[in-house]
């Protein structure tokens, strides 16, 4: 359930946060190698400073198990 007056890349980077550490109990590290990605790259899309790419999105999504509109706040 989202919040109305949050915005979507707050939304982001917390489902994003929730799925790594709850869901998964992951590193970013360890999100990072899943993912293909640099752990820079976790770090500032969680902080919220830097937005994914569609194909970033995807592979997060992959690497956690979760769908894309989870992340984004659809579900």
Known sequence: MTIEHEKPS???????RAAR????QMSQAALA???GLP?????HFEAGT??????????LANA???TTDFLLGRT
Request: aromatic fraction near 6%.
């Open 21 to 24: 550490e709850s869901l998964r």
């Open 10 to 16: 707050d939304i982001f980077r917390e489902r994003l």
């Open 50 to 59: 830097r937005k994914p790419s569609f194909d970033s999105l995807r592979k």
């Open 64 to 66: 956690l198990s979760v």
């Open 39 to 43: 752990p820079s790259s976790i770090a």
């Open 33 to 35: 190698k899943d993912s």
